[in-house]
């Protein structure tokens, strides 16, 4: 490897940290990029590790959180989360941290004390030693004789001090029989998101272009990273409904070799993204995205919760700001892949 590359190595780390569109691609840039060819080989003949106990513990605070609702005790309810978890309900309604949460159970049973929840987990999916994405169903009588309310949720398991607790989850209320809405129905909130943008720092730029597929079922968005002046990254994400998990989601691939994807959920104008992915080298990361709308021209971009490996990464804040097309038009008449010539 040479020093060069060992060079441009870092630089793209520390514009991860510091570019906003730059988190895009967060989890994939890193070290996997200049690994050898002998150490991908290693990876490729590593045997999965064996997750049961895992999954045998994810599923024990399960049942913990249902024993705790049946019996009405929020407290006991909330303990399953993390101190700095999310919930995120079937009717928008977003609640950050165990306290909020814990309140919340507590208005709720004062309402319903004699409700009574059925959960079933569908799968666990390990993306890291220490975070697994669990997926499932859920039917809360708030009555005896009532109708349940059945709801399927996306959960975020992290592994904290041994034990596995929530850090995220998202609700959504089962089908009632309406005409349902189609992909581009669903993705129509985000259309602000079409056009070039820009955002800028004393490292380098980074350049998104987003736009509607033929079909308007989904949005593409390509982005590159400019390093002094030439090409260092380029990838793409595409945005589109998914009816597995009943969200937006997102996946992202750059041309390292890293992917990512994401879950969008609408809050108070604001998009928040659930990120996963994976760096060349087989490094996770995990993180929370927020897109908020500023004016026509611009929103902000922010980056919390990251953590790469067993690394806790620095939150980022930047704002993007759109591409006049004289400029655009002005910059792809440029090439910025190949390095000036020297004289």
Request: glycine fraction near 8%; aromatic fraction near 8%; hydrophobic fraction near 35%.
């Amino acid at each position: 490897m040479t020093l060069g590359a060992i060079i441009m190595t870092r630089k793209l780390l520390q514009l991860s940290a510091c570019l906003g569109a730059a988190a895009l691609i967060v989890f994939t840039l890193g070290p996997g990029a200049a690994q050898s060819k002998d150490e991908a080989e290693k990876k490729g003949d590593a045997k999965p590790a064996d997750r049961s106990a895992d999954e045998k513990a994810i599923r024990a605070s399960a049942e913990r959180f249902v024993m705790a609702f049946n019996k009405a005790d929020a407290k006991g309810a909330a303990v399953q989360f993390l101190l700095q978890a999310e919930y995120l309900n079937s009717d928008g309604e977003a609640f950050e941290g165990r306290e909020a949460i814990e309140k919340d159970l507590e208005e709720f049973f004062k309402e319903y004390p004699k409700a009574q929840i059925e959960l079933e987990i569908e799968s666990i999916r390990f993306i890291g030693p220490r975070v697994a994405i669990e997926e499932g169903r859920t039917a809360v009588t708030r009555e005896p004789g009532n109708e349940p309310i059945r709801q399927t949720y996306v959960a975020v398991d992290i592994l904290t001090d041994g034990d596995w607790q929530l850090a995220s989850v998202r609700e959504t209320t089962d089908d009632d029989g309406e005409e349902p809405l189609t992909p581009h129905d669903h993705l129509k909130p985000l259309g602000w998101l079409v056009g070039e943008w820009m955002d800028e720092s004393d490292s380098g730029v980074v350049k998104t272009s987003c736009r509607w597929t033929e079909d308007e079922n989904y949005l593409l968005q390509d982005f590159e990273l400019i390093v002094a002046g030439h090409r260092a990254v380029t990838g793409q994400q595409r945005i589109g409904w998914d009816p597995l998990t009943r969200h937006v989601k997102s996946w992202v691939f750059d041309s390292q070799g890293g992917y990512s994807e994401g879950l969008w959920t609408e809050i108070d104008g604001r998009w928040v993204v659930k990120a996963q992915g994976v760096r060349p080298d087989g490094t996770v990361g995990t993180g929370t995205n927020i897109y908020t709308p500023r004016t026509e021209d611009s929103y902000f971009f922010d980056s919390t919760n990251r953590v790469v490996g067993d690394d806790v990464e620095p939150d980022v804040h930047v704002v993007v700001v759109r591409r006049p097309p004289a400029i655009k038009e002005e910059e792809d008449g440029k090439d910025n892949s190949s390095p000036p010539q020297k004289k």
